[in-house]
C-alpha cells in the first residue's frame, strides 16, 4: 500500500489526478493506496473515482499557546538511532493497519520547514522509549504531527509531558495557532487536547482507501 499525501490544504487535487497517481503507483507495483488526512472539498473529488472513507479524524486548534508547565517527565531529542523503537511504540500504540514504521515516521519529521521530535524514557524501561511527539511550525501555525505513547506507559503522564514540552516550543516561537487531529472516537487523545486549551472544528478530516485500479 502507497500513501499519498497532499501537503498544501488548500489544494484540491481533481478526480484524474487520482487516477493518474493510481496508475503510477500500479506501474511500480503498488495494488493499492491511502491518503492523508482530506478536508471535505478534496474528499468530495476522491469519492468522484470511487474511493472510500476508512476513518473520520476530529480537527482541533489552539490560538496563541500559552507557556505550559515544565514537563513533569524529562524530554530528549530524538537520534536517528531512535526511529526503530519509534515505529515499535506506535505500532503498539496504533496497530498494525495505522502504525507507522520508521521511514514513515522520518516523512512525518520532513513534512513542515521547521520541527522539532521529542521522547521520553522512563527509568522504569531505559531500554526503550516510553513515548514520542513530532511537532512542526510553517510560519507563525504549529502542528503536533504525531503523538504516539506505548500502552504500557499511558495515563503515567507520558503524553501530557510531550505536549508541554511541544507547546513551549510553540510559545518561543510565537506560533499563533497550533493544529491536530485524531479519530472521532479517541476520547483519550481528545480529552488530552482539550486540557491543553485545544478545541474542536466544526470541520471533520477523513482518511480514503482505494485499489490503484481506479
Given at each position: 500500500m502507497a500513501q499519498v499525501v497532499v501537503l498544501d490544504g488548500l489544494v484540491v487535487p481533481a478526480p484524474e489526478h487520482w487516477r493518474s497517481w493510481a496508475?503510477?503507483?500500479a506501474s511500480i507495483g503498488y495494488t493499492s493506496m491511502r491518503t492523508g488526512a482530506l478536508s471535505a472539498r478534496q474528499a468530495q473529488q476522491a469519492e468522484q473515482v470511487g474511493m472510500h472513507c476508512v476513518q473520520e479524524l476530529a480537527l482541533l486548534d489552539l490560538v496563541r499557546p500559552g507557556m505550559p508547565a515544565?514537563?513533569?517527565?524529562?524530554?530528549?531529542?530524538?537520534?536517528?538511532?531512535?526511529?526503530?523503537?519509534m515505529a515499535a511504540v506506535d505500532r503498539a500504540?496504533?496497530?498494525?493497519?495505522?502504525?507507522?514504521d520508521e521511514h514513515m515516521i522520518g516523512d512525518v519529521r520532513g513534512a513542515t520547514p521547521v520541527h522539532r521530535s521529542r521522547l521520553v524514557v522512563l527509568r522504569t524501561s531505559p531500554d526503550a522509549p516510553a513515548g514520542?511527539?513530532?511537532s512542526g511550525r510553517a510560519g507563525r501555525t504549529g502542528y503536533i504531527q504525531r503523538l504516539?505513547?506505548?500502552?504500557?506507559?499511558?495515563?503515567?503522564?507520558?503524553?501530557?509531558?510531550?505536549?508541554?514540552?511541544?507547546?513551549?516550543?510553540?510559545?518561543?516561537?510565537?506560533?499563533?495557532?497550533?493544529?491536530?487531529?485524531?479519530?472521532v472516537e479517541n476520547t483519550a487523545a481528545l480529552e488530552l487536547y482539550r486540557c491543553h486549551g485545544f478545541t474542536v472544528m466544526p470541520e471533520r478530516l477523513r482518511v480514503y482507501e482505494s485499489t490503484t485500479a481506479l
Open positions: 496508475r503510477s503507483l515544565r514537563p513533569s517527565h524529562r524530554t530528549r531529542r530524538v537520534r536517528t538511532g531512535d526511529l526503530r523503537a500504540a496504533f496497530g498494525d493497519r495505522w502504525g507507522l514520542f511527539l513530532i504516539a505513547v506505548h500502552p504500557s506507559a499511558q495515563r503515567s503522564g507520558v503524553a501530557t509531558a510531550l505536549m508541554a514540552d511541544a507547546l513551549r516550543w510553540m510559545h518561543r516561537a510565537r506560533v499563533q495557532r497550533v493544529f491536530v487531529n485524531t479519530h
